[in-house]
């Protein structure tokens, strides 16, 4: 194999691993840690794959007689050098927190030289202003040499100063720009360093294997550091947002009743409640509370949406209901009231399903409202549990004109009444099949316990059968009231 073979051989090789190495470098950036094709760094990848993919082709056709394609060759180096150039420097801006005053500054330093490269490249042909063109190939001409060149160091320029700059001047801080400059330094220098081991040890002259692989080699580095860092960055605001969750979880639980000995001044009525959420916080919720001697207040609601704003929406529904029941309105003006406020100030436009419940100690009769909610199973003592169809009006924050309505159950020993959400009758299996209501009155007309903590257990655990290899769809909270 002659010299020149193993020279175009070993151009070959080393453009093509530099291009893979960008290539990797691009997908690590933008596929693996999910950034934006508009992140900065991602387009200064871009840009150097394309400039060492056209530098590779310019290599082949230069002086072939192919003039067109090598002045697109030619005009993708020029465009590509300064656009990537400039992207990095403006990069290199935003990391060091450093914003210029206006947009149109902005403009004048990153775009303007942008647009006039691709001006001047264009008009080559005609002009000769950056490339000439002979039996020979592309020349470059002076204002290649004199503008695109220098703008080009210019812009990696400001980023080396930037960096010397703050570990001269704040050394001895421990900071992000700190670390950022100590790895553009190395980066700046590991380039550097690549291309004088090609041009004066390996003693390789051509241009394109030099560059290419040289800016290949510090991207590799100087990529890999900066999504570390990125990484480790999402990862401790992830770690902080679990943190948060964790401690809304509790203070959200910690707003329910609690179901152990739940009506002390009531040891006839038997109350038992469940909620699992599908996230860390959920927007249902369950309440019972005594309005005074002889009246006691049940709710079930389910807030539109899941997570951390269907937490808040909830506590709000919560504590309002709560509020207005105290006033020992009847349940229809409770939720006409809480409707009328929820709809005054409610931008996400969030609302709310929800069942209200008193209950006359000395009567056994609750008076009751159904807001949009699904319907409750009520079982006599010897009888079966059935679906009360009652709509009283539609959900809570919808139309703040609703009037709701009121309705009653008589209760005697050993009613039962049974509510929920619709986390329950809609939780699916790995068919997509909903757990619905039929097998819902199936499972609790079956149940051989009624009340308490079993009888929803029971429940619970069918639910999980049924729906077992998928996650959770939503929400899923329960309530059985029992007369004694």
């Not at 009888?383 to 709509?391: D, I, N, S, V, Y």
Request: glycine residues 6%; contains cysteine; charged residues 20%.
């Amino acid at each position: 194999m002659t010299a020149n073979n193993i020279t175009e051989t070993l151009f070959i090789e080393i453009s093509l691993f530099s291009v893979l190495l960008l290539v990797f470098m691009l997908y690590n950036n933008v596929v693996l840690y999910k950034i934006s094709m508009k992140d900065k760094l991602s387009l200064t990848l871009i840009s150097a794959i394309i400039v060492s993919v056209f530098d590779g082709i310019w290599h082949f056709v230069d002086g072939v007689g192919l003039p067109v394609l090598e002045y697109t060759c030619a005009y993708v180096y020029a465009i590509g050098l300064v656009f990537g150039t400039s992207v990095f420097a403006w990069f290199s801006l935003d990391r060091f927190e450093i914003v210029l005053k206006s947009k149109k500054l902005y403009g004048l330093l990153f775009v303007a030289p942008i647009v006039l490269t691709t001006l001047f490249c264009l008009s080559t042909p005609w002009t000769n202003l950056v490339y000439s063109y002979d039996e020979h190939g592309i020349e470059y001409m002076p204002l290649f040499d004199y503008f695109v060149a220098p703008i080009s160091f210019l812009y990696m320029g400001v980023s080396i100063f930037l960096a010397i700059y703050y570990l001269v001047l704040h050394r001895k801080k421990k900071s992000e720009n700190i670390s950022y400059a100590r790895n553009l330094l190395i980066f700046a220098v590991l380039t550097v360093s690549v291309i004088a081991v090609q041009a004066y040890v390996l003693e390789i002259d051509e241009n394109y294997v030099v560059i290419s692989f040289a800016w290949a080699v510090g991207f590799v580095f100087f990529t890999t550091y900066v999504n570390t860092e990125r990484f480790v960055k999402s990862r401790e605001r992830i770690a902080a947002v679990e943190s948060d969750l964790a401690v809304a979880t509790n203070i959200q639980l910690g707003a329910l009743p609690a179901v152990e000995n739940a009506l002390p001044n009531h040891p006839d009525i038997n109350v038992f409640a469940s909620m699992s959420t599908a996230k860390e916080v959920g927007g249902d919720f369950y309440d019972f509370f005594e309005i005074d001697e002889t009246h006691i207040c049940f709710v079930i609601a389910d807030v539109s949406g899941k997570g951390v704003p269907a937490a808040l929406f909830m506590m709000v529904v919560k504590t309002m209901i709560r509020d207005h029941a105290s006033m020992k309105l009847s349940t229809a003006e409770i939720f006409n009231d809480v409707n009328r406020l929820l709809c005054e100030n409610n931008a996400e436009e969030m609302f709310a399903t929800a069942w209200i419940g008193i209950l006359d100690t000395k009567t056994k009769i609750m008076k009751c409202t159904n807001a949009g909610h699904n319907a409750v199973c009520f079982a006599k003592k010897d009888g079966k549990f059935e679906f009360l169809r009652q709509r009283h009006g539609v959900f809570l924050a919808g139309f703040d004109f609703t009037q709701y309505k009121e309705d009653e159950i008589q209760f005697e020993s050993g009613d039962c009444l049974f509510l929920y959400t619709d986390g329950l009758t809609e939780a699916h299996n790995a068919s997509a099949e909903l757990y619905g209501e039929t097998r819902l009155l199936e499972k609790i007309n079956s149940a051989e316990i009624r009340g308490g903590e079993g009888f929803l257990r029971l429940i619970v655990d069918d639910v999980k059968v049924f729906s077992e290899g998928t996650d959770p769809f939503d929400d899923l909270t329960m309530m059985v009231v029992k007369v004694d």
